[in-house]
């Protein structure tokens, strides 16, 4: 994006108006995906980890298991099969981040809260179909993700995609 | 339709088992969908497009897999299983398998 630029600059000298507006277009539009990506990204993000807290908190007196057997004590009936999903997507800053973050290694902060709230948000969606369902169980919950937003452009949308199932059951 | 992702179905007894089903779909996302993802991957927050994209599919793999069973004569499903692969750039397979049974309820001891 950056790189024409300078070139630009040297090569026509005389029009001081048209390197200006390069200048502007080249290094500026960057610059502000960068602070309005950060900043907006960071709104929403703030915004869907309060909203998930309070949803959390209607859902967290459904009992959650990865097992497929139930303690023999429990006496349930009604099982339905119960699913949810979220695509997550990333914004022009984590992406930024991540990328110079490949340069070096590491953890990647910015895209482990993505991935972390993909999946609050599906287990949330999955809760709430087994809620409609009258179930206050959820057994043998499996997890997945899937890859429907890759292959964008030529580096491909950063998103995080989770497919979240389980076996909802009204329990006695 | 019972359909349940664990081996036996609480509270059911199987009676009879009729063999593996499957479903499966391919989806393409279509350009207006990409553009939208697009910007949104610019601030950040929720693809509703691709969500609603990947609901829609495995709905439809797993109704294919429900009228497979259906033909089979079975009235349960048991040990469902999802999985994905992406065939080409832009193209993903949904794909639904379990294991068809005739099921019954179970009598209710004491």
Known sequence: MVRPSWLNLRCNRGNSMEDVIALIVYLGLPVIFLIGGYAIGKTVENRHFRDLERREEIYKRIVRMTTKRIPSNWHANDPILVQGQAVIGSDYFKTFASQIRNLFGGRVRSLETLMERARREAMLRMLEEAREHGANAVINIREETSTIGRGYGRQGLASAEIFVYGTALKVS | ?110
Do not use: H, W
Request: include cysteine.
């Open chain 2, 1 to 110: 339709m019972l359909v349940v992702n664990t081996e036996y179905i609480p509270g059911y007894q199987v009676t009879q088992i009729k063999g593996l089903v499957q479903g499966n779909t391919i989806r393409a996302k279509n350009v207006g969908r990409d553009i939208m993802a697009g910007l949104k991957n610019l601030v950040g927050g929720e693809l509703k497009g691709y969500t609603e994209l990947l609901t829609e599919s495995r709905r439809e793999a797993m109704q294919r897999m429900l009228n497979q069973a259906q033909e089979l004569g079975a009235n349960a499903v048991v040990n469902v299983r999802f999985s994905t692969s992406s065939i080409t750039q832009g193209a993903a397979e949904l794909y639904c398998y379990g294991t068809a049974v005739v099921a019954q309820p179970q009598v209710q001891q004491g």
